[in-house]
């Protein structure tokens, strides 16, 4: 865990801020130096566990570059991942999927995070429950049940 950041109710504290915090989340370069590098698809992948997961296109999302979305995978809490290109070592920010979506971690500039988290932000905020339902159980689904989960969602 980085410097200044401590877990509580397996949430990451910033000092002062909450990270469930409702309050508007603009990301500046004060966050970019609090928030922590976003792990590869590659690491978080190299465990032998079974995952659904999508690569999520723009024609998908309405967001330029790539979402990737997973059943429950990692050490961490569900999350989308933003790819300027989808690839398991493409750099990339995560959004947390909760009331209130936040980046929780970062490996692209500040400038494309600066850019592309809002449109990231929002859609999280619209596709919240059925990316949590995903997560928690896409794993259980058919291949007709994920296909179906991914047309239904809100694009922005």
Same mark, same amino acid.
């Given at each position: 865990m980085g410097p200044g950041l401590r877990r509580? $109710?397996?949430?990451?504290?910033f000092p002062g801020r909450l990270?469930?915090?409702?309050? %508007?989340?603009?990301?500046? $370069?004060?966050? #970019? #130096?609090?928030?922590?590098?976003?792990t590869l698809v590659a690491d978080e992948l190299s465990d032998d566990i079974v995952v659904e997961m999508a690569n999520l296109t723009t024609a998908q999302t309405g967001i330029a570059g790539a979402i990737f979305i997973s059943t429950?995978?990692?050490?961490?809490?569900?999350? #989308?991942?933003?790819?300027?290109? #989808?690839?398991?070592?493409?750099p990339s920010?995560?959004?947390?999927?909760?009331?209130? %979506?936040?980046?929780?971690?970062? $490996?692209?500039p500040v400038r494309i995070v600066r850019q592309m988290s809002p449109q990231v932000i929002e859609w999280v905020t619209r596709n919240k429950d059925a990316l949590l339902d995903f997560w928690h159980h896409?794993?259980?689904?058919?291949? %007709?049940?994920?296909n179906d989960f991914i047309q239904k969602l809100q694009r922005i």
């Open positions: 509580e $109710s397996n949430f990451l504290l990270m469930s915090d409702p309050r %508007p989340s603009s990301f500046g $370069s004060d966050d #970019a #130096a609090q928030v922590p590098p976003d429950a995978m990692g050490a961490h809490g569900p999350r #989308a991942q933003y790819f300027l290109q #989808a690839g398991r070592t493409q920010f995560s959004v947390l999927m909760s009331n209130a %979506p936040t980046v929780v971690a970062n $490996s692209l896409g794993d259980t689904w058919t291949q %007709p049940e994920v």
